[in-house]
């Protein structure tokens, strides 16, 4: 009988397994996953933008739009929906977009955005006026950007969709199979007697991206505290990221180590800071370069560090022994500038660099001037901009500048001109201007040419970048007349001779002497910058600046959008290294096993051999002093409140959605059969003694 038993629970097991397989192929027969990228919600202190699924998904009837007319079968009563409308980038407006947002989720369901990009001519979703209410001034007067006059604005293309909230999900779709897929499923199954769409089964997608997050900052952050103190779960976490610096020269002044003491600057010490953006940002998930946006005054502010190193004698052979240079890329400033801001809110507070690295704090009494690379669109013509017309650093700095533009020795073919007033660009100067208007800053900056700033579009296509691949050595200075091979047109010719012209004026300014040298910013550096940056972290520069036995980076472009405390920090991190290992100096005596801890690095170095090297980068917080302050005026606009919403996952998939009268069909059947089946139970139970025989003597006794 036990054997029996046995027997009978695995036939039984078998047979559950069977249904279980049988259930995920039927799964797999019925739906079919599609690779993409999904929008997501952000917050700040007054709003939500971005999109987000219904909580179990949202699906809708698949519907190509090949021109705008075809959004009008959408708009006008259309037979089944709602329905998930496949649009190529030249179609995705703001006028469609908004259009779509005005017929509701009960008619527009999900939105994909399709990579036929053969007729597209523009794409940016950031605002005409980025940062237009965190920078220096609001008022009619002191504004630095007008979006009432496009054409004037900082970005004239923008059509502000990434501030925008949609009720539907956006989901974008790069890859080509994929994109053929859904347009294969819609001819066969949608793209035909659209009067009979709802008597028929359609071809539709399901996309899942719910958001957690809702209304604001304020209310998510006091949701999730509140939440948090009893079970731990998030609705929202504030940007979050890392500033990277490095000083040029080693600081020589160490702190005292009690935490508790009060932290004193050293008034003698000097600072010329020279900044970047480190970051960018675009309407989708791990998606965006940043190309031209600010990966290029990225590229330009580390050729310059390079160039300054190379260059420049020991810090006490100058004519100001305690003058230095100060190297920051801001993190997060595409979000009201949350690494600048922070940066000067420690600055204001000796807080930086923090108590950690044990150096003494820096002050705005340290600095003599900030110069602030921002986007460099027109890379042949580049303005200086300065708040006050009088400032005589001002014109010592664009005089220098021409100098070496202009000079027949070099023939760099660049024009800097002078701009002074309110119409200032969006870059992290701003930040510092805002605190003190006479505060020395000066930006260098093109006229906006950057059709597609802060999109998926900014890559290496925008920028025109062809990898040189040459084997020669990068960490060197190169000689004027040495293209090493580039056309004078290519964008590694256009870097160095930016990166060149400010690294000779800032030589000029540390040294009091004309810069009168034939070595120039190398442009094999720029060409191994902007592949690591563009197309692979597993490339030479990025393994380089790496521990011999660290793994090597992935074989795509590191993400640069800020994220959260958790995320991907993979901009930062390389951008660390890299500073390290170009400005530090070699230490051939120290071996490996003592080359462990900050100052000392260890890097594997151009031939790959390793060596040990005195350091001067580190890290500081990029994250909002709003998100400090427990009694924060969120509606104040002082401080960046940019949250992101938490999520648990991203899909899409496509399957065949049966027509309406299926669906009733399907559930009058089944209503039918439940019916009977509780009749025949009912009958059967209650004449059970009628219908079956009384159990055998031999059968009973099993049962005492």
């Not at 496949?86 to 009960?106: D, Q, S, V, Y």
């Not at 859904?182 to 009067?195: A, I, P, Q, T, V």
């Not at 810090?315 to 801001?341: C, K, M, T, W």
């Not at 490996?592 to 980068?617: I, K």
């Amino acid at each position: 009988m036990a054997e029996k038993v046995k027997a009978a629970a695995i036939w039984l097991l078998l047979f559950l397994q069977g249904v279980i397989v049988l259930g995920e192929r039927t799964r797999d027969k019925m739906y079919q996953p599609i690779m993409g990228a999904s929008c997501f919600r952000r917050l700040n202190g007054t709003h939500q933008t971005g999109c987000s699924s219904t909580h179990s998904g949202s699906v809708g009837v698949l519907h190509l739009i090949n021109v705008d007319a075809d959004l009008e079968f959408l708009l006008s009563s259309p037979p089944s929906p709602p329905y998930a409308p496949l649009i190529p980038p030249h179609l995705f407006t703001r006028n469609n977009l908004m259009r779509l947002k005005e017929a509701g989720p009960k008619v527009i369901s999900v939105v994909l955005l399709i990579n036929k990009f053969e007729k597209m001519k523009q794409f940016s979703h950031e605002l005409n006026c980025p940062n237009q209410y965190s920078g220096l001034g609001n008022s009619s007067d002191t504004a630095t950007c007008d979006a009432s006059n496009v054409a004037l604005s900082w970005n004239p293309w923008g059509t502000g969709l990434l501030h925008e909230d949609f009720p539907f999900p956006i989901y974008y779709i790069a890859d080509l199979d994929e994109i053929n897929k859904l347009e294969n499923c819609f001819e066969k199954f949608n793209n035909f007697e659209y009067e009979s769409h709802a008597l028929r089964s359609l071809c539709a997608v399901e996309v899942k991206a719910f958001m957690s997050a809702a209304v604001n900052s304020e209310v998510c952050m006091r949701r999730t505290n509140f939440i948090n103190n009893l079970g731990g779960t998030k609705y929202c976490d504030p940007l979050q990221g890392r500033n990277v610096y490095a000083t040029l020269y080693p600081r020589n002044s160490t702190e005292n180590i009690d935490d508790n003491a009060k932290r004193t600057v050293n008034p003698v010490e000097k600072f010329i800071i020279v900044s970047c953006r480190l970051d960018t940002t675009s309407l989708f998930d791990g998606v965006g370069l940043g190309a031209m946006d600010s990966l290029m005054g990225l590229a330009t502010m580390t050729m310059v560090a390079q160039m300054l190193r190379l260059l420049l004698p020991a810090q006490s052979s100058l004519p100001d022994p305690h003058r230095n240079v100060l190297f920051v890329a801001f993190n997060g400033e595409s979000y009201d500038y949350i690494g600048s801001q922070r940066f000067v809110y420690d600055l204001e507070n000796l807080e930086f660099p923090t108590r950690s690295t044990r150096s003494i704090p820096i002050s705005f009494e340290n600095i003599e001037l900030m110069l602030d690379i921002g986007t460099l669109d027109d890379i042949a013509n580049i303005k200086l901009h300065t708040l006050h017309k009088s400032s005589p650093l001002a014109q010592k700095l664009l005089q220098q500048l021409n100098r070496y533009a202009k000079s027949s020795r070099y023939n760099f073919k660049v024009n800097f001109e002078s701009s002074v007033g309110y119409h200032m660009p969006p870059t992290s100067a701003q930040s510092f201007l805002r605190r003190d208007s006479n505060f020395p800053a000066f930006i260098l900056n093109a006229a906006p040419g950057n059709k597609y700033y802060h999109s998926i579009y900014d890559d290496r296509e925008n920028v025109d970048f062809v990898y040189g691949n040459s084997s020669q050595d990068y960490t060197k200075l190169a000689d004027v007349s040495d293209l090493k091979n580039f056309k004078t047109d290519s964008l590694q010719m256009k870097v160095r001779n930016v990166s060149s012209i400010v690294a000779m004026t800032l030589y000029e300014t540390l040294t009091g002497k004309e810069y009168q040298e034939s070595k120039v910013a190398n442009p094999l550096l720029a060409d191994e910058f902007f592949y690591c940056f563009l197309q692979s972290s597993d490339c030479p520069l990025f393994k380089a600046s790496s521990h011999p036995d660290s793994p090597s980076g992935l074989p795509l472009p590191p993400m640069r959008y800020i994220s959260v405390l958790g995320g991907s920090q993979e901009s930062s991190g390389w951008t660390y290294r890299l500073l390290g290992f170009l400005l530090s100096q070699p230490q051939p005596q120290v071996p490996m096993e003592n080359c462990t801890q900050l100052p000392m690095s260890y890097f594997s170095g151009f031939n790959g051999t390793g060596e040990c090297r005195l350091t001067t980068q580190n890290f500081t917080s990029a994250l909002s002093p709003a998100f400090l302050m427990d009694d924060y005026d969120w509606s104040s606009g002082k401080f960046s409140t940019w949250t992101e919403s938490t999520w648990s996952q991203f899909s899409a998939r496509i399957f065949l959605r049966p027509s309406n009268i299926h669906e009733i069909t399907t559930l009058a059947i089944g209503l039918v059969v439940f019916i009977i089946s509780f009749c025949l139970i009912y009958i059967i139970s209650s004449r059970w003694e009628v219908l079956f025989d009384d159990v055998p003597a031999s059968n009973a006794a099993l049962f005492n």
